[in-house]
C-alpha cells in the first residue's frame, strides 16, 4: 500500500526504502488522472480552472513578487516574443510565464496546485498555436499587460489582465475544437 501510494520503493533483494516526498510524488498522480480522463471537453475544464484560480495569483503576484521574479517574467516574454520554434516550444514558454507568476506569489502552495494543470497545457496549447493564426500574438500582448500590471505592483489590475487572458484562451480552445471537430466530420 505505501508502495502504491509512491512512500516506498521495494528493491527486490535489497529491502524497503523510504522515497524522499517531493513535489513530484505530490503532483504525478494528479497528472496522471488528468490524463487519464482528457478528451475534448476536460481542455475546456483545464481552461475554466485556470479562469477561477489564475487571476487572485496573479494579483498575489503583483503584490508579493521580488526583483528576481520580475527578471523571470520578462525572460520569458522577450524568448516567447523571439521564438520562432515549433507550437511545442511556444506553448512551453507561454505555460513557463505562467508558472512563473505562480511562484511570483511567493505562495509555495501554489505552484503545487497549478502544476498537474500547466503539465497538460502544452499538449492543448501547442494545438491552439496550430489552430488559431493569431495566438502567439495575442499571448504576447496579454503576457505584456499582465507584467506590466504586476510590475506596477496593481494587484487589481493584474486580476483583470489575467482574467481577460483566460478569456481569449477560452475562445481560443474553442475555436480550436470546433476546427477539431469540423476536420473530422470532413474526415468521415
Known amino acids: 500500500m505505501l508502495s502504491a501510494r509512491g512512500l516506498v520503493t521495494v528493491e527486490k533483494g535489497r529491502g524497503v526504502f523510504v522515497k524522499n516526498i517531493s ?7 494528479m497528472h496522471l488522472y488528468l490524463m487519464m480522463q ?24 503583483a503584490v508579493h513578487h521580488t526583483p528576481e521574479d520580475a527578471d523571470k517574467l520578462k525572460k520569458n516574454l522577450e524568448e516567447l516574443k523571439k521564438t520562432d520554434g515549433g507550437f511545442l516550444i511556444l506553448a512551453n514558454l507561454d505555460m513557463e510565464f505562467h508558472l512563473n507568476i505562480a511562484k511570483a506569489s511567493e505562495n509555495p502552495i501554489i505552484p503545487i496546485i497549478l502544476e498537474p494543470i500547466h503539465r ?23 503576457h505584456g499587460k499582465i ?12 486580476y483583470t489582465a489575467m482574467r481577460d487572458h483566460l478569456n481569449i484562451a477560452e475562445s481560443h480552445i474553442r475555436k480550436m475544437l470546433n476546427l477539431q471537430n469540423r476536420e473530422s466530420e470532413h474526415q468521415r
Do not use: N
Not at 23 to 29: E, G, K, M
Not at 124 to 133: C, G, H, T
Open 23 to 29: 513535489v513530484d510524488s505530490v503532483t504525478d498522480p
Open 38 to 61: 482528457f478528451s475534448e471537453e476536460h481542455a475546456l475544464h483545464l481552461v475554466h480552472a485556470r479562469q477561477v484560480i489564475e487571476p487572485p495569483i496573479a494579483a498575489d503576484a
Open 120 to 142: 497538460l497545457m502544452p499538449q492543448i496549447k501547442s494545438s491552439v498555436y496550430a489552430a488559431v493564426d493569431d495566438a502567439k500574438q495575442s499571448a504576447i500582448i496579454w
Open 147 to 158: 507584467l506590466e500590471r504586476i510590475l506596477a505592483r496593481d494587484p487589481e489590475g493584474a
